[in-house]
Structure formats: C-alpha cells, structure tokens
C-alpha cells in the first residue's frame, strides 16, 4: 500500500474561539483515518500572541484541545504536535484559533490508513 502523505496549512488564521480556522479535514467522507504526524504554529507578527489548536471529532461533535492559550514570542515557532502521532477518524478536523490574525499553520498529514 501507497504512502499518502500531505501537508495542510493556513495563513493568518481567526481570531474567534467560537469560529476557529479548519486547516485539515479528514478524508472528506472516507471511510479511513489520517495521521497527524507534526503541526507547526508560527507567529508573523511583531507581537506575542497566544494561540489554540483543537481536534474535533466530528462522530462526538465535540472538540478537544491539543494545546490551548500557548504563548508565541513575535516572530516564533510552537512544535503542537512533533515525535507523537494523533489519529484523526473519518471526518475529523483539526482547527485553530489565536489571538492575532498573525499565525500561520502548516500540518504534516499521512493519509488513507487502515
């Protein structure tokens, strides 16, 4: 079986905890998982800001953070996920949300696992 690996990323993500960026889905109604093997959170701007990066799980309709109010120094990067793996379920997402519209995100995704 193929490797399918992707990344998914978001530039200047919300700013609203109650409407946070979708930055990857998982397989869009397939019925196979995803692994999220890294996610990176880079502040662009010239002020700290603090920023959130949830899993939903779209079976509970619940969601959950990864890491929450994480302080990012001006022109810094924050590792959320790096060494450990989070299963994302069919139809999973992971979101985020921060409090300056200075954050980008990039996520390392292996796709279609059985």
Avoid: C, W
Avoid at 73 to 98: C, F, H, W
């Amino acid at each position: 079986m193929a490797n399918n690996f992707k990344n998914a990323g978001a530039s200047g993500v919300s700013t609203s905890s109650g409407s946070p960026t979708t930055i990857y889905t998982s397989n869009n109604g397939t019925a196979v998982n995803s692994i999220l093997i890294e996610l990176d959170v880079a502040n662009t701007g010239t002020s700290a800001v603090a920023a959130s990066v949830l899993l939903y799980d779209t079976s509970a309709t619940t969601s959950y953070h990864i890491v929450k109010d994480a302080p990012i120094p001006a022109g810094s990067t924050m590792k959320v996920v790096s060494g450990q793996k989070i299963v994302l379920n069919n139809d999973d997402e992971i979101r985020v949300y921060a409090t300056a519209a200075t954050v980008d995100v990039v996520a390392s995704i292996l796709e279609d696992v059985n």
